[in-house]
């Protein structure tokens, strides 16, 4: 055994106390950093897959990012003018010139467009009345762009093509009629336009804003329901390549002027929450591990006070300013490798435990228990970064022994 080693594992075991509870500040930050890493990753994680999964990459809709200026200000963009009284023109929504979008979508490498006309509706069963948006589709382009026909429980996607004044509806939408497959639903629209609708299928997507509030018909049905025939406000795309919708979606509002949004801009408020929890779970992480830094500290410091004479000896027999810092920094390296594997034993223990936990939750997504992300990488960050911190504690103090003169420590000064 190398002797700066020897020496280094002497100086912690007469220090046993401190040293254990350095340790166990080393084991509950890695541990705890894999446990929370491993909760909080699987579900931004499984968040982002069912976004990317169910809903389309890229949506255009039939509004304008910025209001069209009043045709004053543009004629006379220098002058000072005040415009009162004026009210908004009663325009038909829909996207103008709609065929000369899909036609240049189609033509798209890698890019898979549907047309859609999705407007509010209320749906009545019984005594029961729910408010939803109904999406007229077209099937055969519909799967192109979502996973909607793989998220059906019951019925098929074609059944809209065969069924008369058919609906699909999410499986919050049922439970909160009490309707099945088969029955028969009221539906009415804005424009007072009433349509028995059956019911052909139910899906169930695991995003509780679809499953609670969407409806999905024949895109000619939707148009009829709304009174707005061969008109459609929605466009949506699906990438073969998702990397490239926020290029994508840029170059078609620019060339298109409608609003368009890809995934990560319509999702932008949900994936700020992501970037809060992580700055919280590295904020709490980091103070366990620096409480834990200043208990190794606190040890090392003590032992080179301690030590003192010690150190004066083994400068006289000739050991360098390195040597004495080595041995103290490689205390350190061992308290934050020993605290490391222990931690990993705790993170291991949590993620297990959390996975055991059953319940119903219901938020952004819906899920019978945490959502864990296993990886090896938690461990070697939570390691790495741990080991690093506990051999920068150990390592402060260590510069101010290798600089002891041993003449000074003699003579008591």
């Not at 949506?59 to 000072?80: I, L, S």
Request: charge should be positive.
């Amino acid at each position: 055994m190398p002797l700066e080693l020897a020496i280094a594992l002497s100086h912690l075991m007469r220090r046993r106390r401190q040293t254990a509870i350095s340790v166990l500040g080393v084991m509950l930050g890695v541990g705890f950093f894999i446990g929370i890493a491993s909760m909080m990753q699987g579900f931004q994680n499984y968040f982002v897959e069912k976004v990317i999964d169910v809903q389309p990459h890229i949506v255009m809709k039939d509004e304008f990012r910025v209001p069209a200026r009043q045709p004053v200000f543009r004629d006379h963009p220098d002058a000072a003018i005040e415009l009162n009284g004026l009210k908004p023109r009663d325009e038909v929504r829909g996207i103008r010139g709609s065929r000369a979008v899909l036609a240049h979508a189609r033509h798209m490498q890698g890019v898979h467009v549907a047309p859609t006309f999705a407007g509010q509706a209320l749906l009545r069963y019984g005594s029961k009345d729910v408010s939803v948006t109904v999406n007229g589709i077209e099937p055969a382009s519909e799967r192109r762009v979502t996973n909607l026909e793989k998220d059906l429980t019951q019925g098929a996607l074609d059944d809209l093509y065969t069924t008369s004044n058919g609906i699909i509806l999410g499986i919050g939408v049922a439970d909160k009629l009490g309707a099945a497959m088969g029955d028969t639903l009221t539906v009415v629209s804005p424009q007072n336009v009433i349509l028995k609708m059956k019911v052909t299928g139910i899906f169930s997507s695991g995003i509780t804003t679809m499953d609670n509030f969407e409806t999905y018909v024949l895109l000619k049905k939707a148009q009829i329901l709304h009174n707005r025939p061969n008109v459609i406000n929605r466009i949506r795309f699906r990438l073969d390549d998702i990397e490239r919708a926020g290029a994508i979606a840029r170059g078609l509002e620019s060339r298109f002027g409608y609003r368009t949004e890809s995934w990560e801009e319509a999702s932008r408020n949900v994936l700020g929450i992501f970037v809060i929890q992580n700055g919280i779970m590295y904020s709490t992480v980091s103070a366990i591990l620096i409480v834990a830094c200043f208990g190794i500290f606190n040890v090392i410091s003590t032992v080179i006070y301690e030590k003192s004479r010690d150190i004066a000896i083994l400068k006289s027999m000739g050991f360098a300013e390195g040597d004495i810092m080595r041995v103290f920094v490689i205390e350190g390296v061992i308290a934050g490798m020993i605290g490391s594997v222990l931690g990993w034993a705790l993170g291991y223990g949590i993620v297990e435990f959390l996975a055991s936990i059953r319940f119903n939750i219901e938020g952004f997504v819906r899920s019978e228990g945490f959502i864990l992300y296993r990886t090896a990488w938690h461990y070697v960050i939570g390691a790495a970064v741990a080991t690093a911190s506990a051999t920068f504690a150990a390592w402060l103090p260590a510069r101010r022994a290798a600089r002891l003169n041993p003449v000074d420590i003699v003579r008591g000064l």
